[in-house]
C-alpha cells in the first residue's frame, strides 16, 4: 500500500491540490491534524479529504474552530483566523472535525497531531522531547504534526537520531522506533514555502519526503479576499 500522509492542510486548497497531483496514485490518505485554520478553504479542504476518505486526527486548530474557548490559546493572529473559521465552516465541517479522534492507529502505526502524551498540544522539536514520548505510544513507530517542520526521531539504542529530511529523502521503518513528521502542507515554517508531505509505502515499510511547489498567490489572494490577517498572508511565500 501506498498511503499519503499529510499533516497541517489548514485550509489551503492549492496546496493540497498540487501535493495529492505530485505524490500520484495512493491507496489510502491519511491526516495529523490542523486540517482548519489559517487558511481561506476550510470547507472546500474537508470536502476534498471527506471525497477521498482519508482518516486521521484532530490538532489544536481544528479544535479550537469547534470551541472558541481553546482560541484564547492562540497567538493574536492565529486567534483571528480560527475565529474567522469557526463563523465560516458549515455544518458537514463541523460534523466531520467533531468525529475526529485525539489518536490513531493504523497499520501498526500510531498517528497523532501533537505528541502521544500531549496529543492537542505538545511540540516535539527535540529528541530528547522524542525520547521522553516513546513510552507514550505501544506501535514502534509514529507520526507527527504540529511543529511544521518536517523531521524524524530515530531511537538508535538509547541515543535519538535526529534526521532533517529533504525532498526525496527516504527512511526505511525496521526495528528501531521512529518518530517521523511530514511537515505542512498549508503553511510551512522550515524557510522552504513549498508543501511539505510523506508518502508511506507498507511493502517496503519506507517513508517518503516530497516537497510540492503549489499557487501560493492563489492562496494568498482567497485570503486577502475573505480578509485574514496580512501577516498570515505574507508568511506563506516566505515559508516561515
Ligand atoms: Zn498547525
Redesign the pocket.
Known amino acids: 500500500m501506498r498511503i499519503a500522509v499529510l499533516?497541517?492542510i489548514?485550509a489551503n486548497l492549492p496546496a493540497l491540490e498540487a501535493v495529492l497531483t505530485a505524490l500520484g496514485p495512493v491507496d489510502a490518505v491519511w491526516h495529523l491534524?490542523?486540517v482548519v485554520?489559517?487558511g481561506p478553504q476550510p470547507d472546500e479542504v474537508v470536502a476534498r479529504l471527506q471525497e477521498l476518505g482519508a482518516v486521521g486526527v484532530r490538532?489544536?486548530?481544528d479544535a479550537a474552530a469547534l470551541d472558541p474557548e481553546m482560541a484564547e490559546w492562540f497567538n493574536p493572529d492565529a486567534r483571528l483566523a480560527i475565529e474567522w473559521t469557526g463563523g465560516r465552516i458549515g455544518a458537514a465541517t463541523r460534523a466531520w472535525l467533531g468525529a475526529l479522534p485525539d489518536r490513531r492507529e493504523s497499520q501498526g502505526l500510531t498517528l497523532v497531531?501533537g505528541s502521544p502524551r500531549d496529543p492537542t498540544w505538545e511540540y516535539v522539536m527535540t529528541g530528547s522531547e522524542a525520547r521522553a514520548n516513546l513510552p507514550a505510544f505501544g506501535t514502534p513507530h509514529l507520526f507527527h504534526?504540529?511543529t511544521?517542520i518536517p523531521i524524524a526521531f530515530r531511537d538508535d539504542g538509547g541515543r535519538m537520531e535526529t534526521l532533517g529530511p529533504r525532498d526525496g529523502a527516504t527512511l526505511i521503518l525496521d526495528d528501531r522506533r521512529v518518530l517521523a513528521n511530514p511537515g505542512?502542507v498549508g503553511?510551512p515554517r522550515d524557510g522552504d514555502p513549498r508543501a511539505s508531505a510523506m508518502v508511506l509505502d507498507t511493502a517496503t515499510s519506507t517513508l517518503t519526503w516530497r516537497r510540492v511547489a503549489y499557487p501560493i498567490a492563489a492562496t494568498q489572494a482567497a485570503m486577502r479576499a475573505v480578509g485574514l490577517p496580512a501577516r498570515l498572508v505574507t508568511r506563506l511565500e516566505r515559508g516561515l
Do not use: R
Request: aromatic residues 6%; negative net charge.
Open positions: 499533516s497541517d489548514h491534524g490542523d485554520g489559517y490538532g489544536n486548530h497531531h504534526g504540529h511544521h505542512s503553511q
